[in-house]
T-cell receptor, first 114, second 114 residues
Framework: SAVISQKPSRDICQRGTSLTIQCQVD?????MFWYRQQPGQSLTLIAT?????????ESGFVIDKFPISRPNLTFSTLTVSNMSPEDSSIYLCSGGRLDTGELFFGEGSRLTVL | GENVEQHPSTLSVQEGDSAVIKCTYS??????FPWYKQELGKRPQLIID?????GEKKDQRIAVTLNKTAKHFSLHITETQPEDSAVYFC?????????????FGQGTRLTINP
């Protein structure tokens, strides 16, 4: 497997504020992704974090709302901007091994927006 | 794009019986099919995967089958135990062309009754 560390594990935020989630992966990981899991729902891919360049966003997700950085191979951040209660969700960092195709997940960051 | 359908959404079985969860996918180019187990409040854990060049794979009490022609794959759990209670997700991707972008099914909540 791979080690994926994510923080914060949970936070309660006020409407209109922004929060940055950090993710650290081990060296076995080459690809990094951010997923969202709304309460009781499945996992939806937000974007692929690209090292040293702009992230690649999936349909329905935009950079202004979810800016992502990946300054080096093993670290990435996701910011949830100008939050509203609809952004209350679990945000999951994931890392993939290019040699096997396996994808592993961090513990998740549970955000509650009031 | 790829669409993964998963059934049933909930499944309840007696301890010791078998459980089967089924998924269908739409993109015939998909070639990697992992299954994840997510316990309450925990991260999704990769439990088994299968690639398109294989029809069946087993790991102790867990097995996965793949029918490429019909574009469906299934998870089989035998001799179920209480610790098998969790939400299970199937997923599909095009590896390596799809750079491990997984599309997930809707999830199945499996309950093992003692």
């Amino acid at each position: 497997s791979a080690v994926i560390s994510q923080k914060p594990s949970r936070d309660i935020c006020q409407r209109g504020t922004s929060l940055t989630i950090q993710c650290q992966v081990d060296s076995q990981v080459t690809m990094m992704f951010w997923y969202r899991q709304q309460p009781g729902q499945s996992l939806t891919l937000i974007a692929t974090a690209n090292q040293g360049s702009e992230a690649t966003y999936e349909s329905g997700f935009v950079i202004d709302k979810f800016p992502i950085s990946r300054p080096n191979l093993t670290f990435s951040t996701l910011t949830v901007s100008n939050m509203s209660p609809e952004d209350s969700s679990i945000y999951l960092c994931s890392g993939g091994r290019l040699d096997t195709g396996e994808l592993f997940f961090g513990e998740g960051s549970r955000l509650t927006v009031l | 794009g790829e669409n993964v359908e998963q059934h049933p959404s909930t499944l309840s079985v007696q301890e010791g019986d078998s459980a089967v969860i089924k998924c269908t996918y739409s993109d015939s180019a998909s070639n990697y099919f992992p299954w994840y187990k997510q316990e309450l409040g925990k991260r999704p854990q990769l439990i088994i995967d299968i690639r398109s060049n294989v029809g069946e794979k087993k790991d102790q009490r867990i097995a996965v089958t793949l029918n490429k022609t019909a574009k469906h794959f299934s998870l089989h759990i035998t001799e179920t135990q209480p610790e098998d209670s969790a939400v299970y997700f199937c997923a599909a991707s095009k590896y390596p062309q799809g750079a491990q972008k997984l599309v997930f099914g809707q999830g199945t909540r499996l309950t093992i009754n003692p």
